[in-house]
């Protein structure tokens, strides 16, 4: 069973930082690509950035130069660095997990998902 929990989230204020984690319990953590997307209210889930199993990263446009996205595959997680925070920004961030799924953006092709942390950007 495949699980993925995310942590980090809170309130910031624009400019700020903030940096979230996602634990997997995955066995074989480094043949799976994880992505992180974003969900506002009203919104549709968009995609924000991904780490792959090949250690290739990709980003959204609109993070791109602000968000860092790593992982530890020795400890079976995934970090986004945020920075330079925008209330734009404000959202449920969640994480997902596909194995092997390089290069994926779309969140259907993603097979395991997180519950959510929130993000709150304040101007």
């Known amino acids: 069973q495949v699980q993925l929990v995310e942590s980090g989230g809170g309130l910031v204020q624009a400019g700020g930082s903030l940096r979230l984690s996602c634990a997997a319990s995955?066995?074989?953590?480094?043949?799976?690509?994880v992505a992180w997307f974003r969900q506002a209210p009203g919104k549709e889930r968009e995609f924000v950035a991904s780490?792959?199993?090949?250690?290739?990263?990709d980003y959204a446009d609109s993070v791109k130069g602000r968000f860092t996205v790593s992982r530890d595959n020795g400890k079976n997680m995934v970090y986004l660095q945020m920075s330079s925070l925008k209330p734009e920004d404000t959202a449920v961030y969640y994480c997902?997990?596909?194995?092997?799924?390089?290069?994926?953006?779309?969140?259907?092709?993603?097979?395991?998902w997180g519950q959510g942390t929130q993000v709150t950007v304040s101007s």
């Open positions: 997902a997990a596909k194995y092997l799924g390089l290069g994926y953006r779309a969140a259907a092709r993603y097979d395991y």
């Open positions: 995955i066995r074989t953590f480094s043949s799976y690509t």
């Open positions: 780490t792959w199993s090949t250690g290739n990263t």
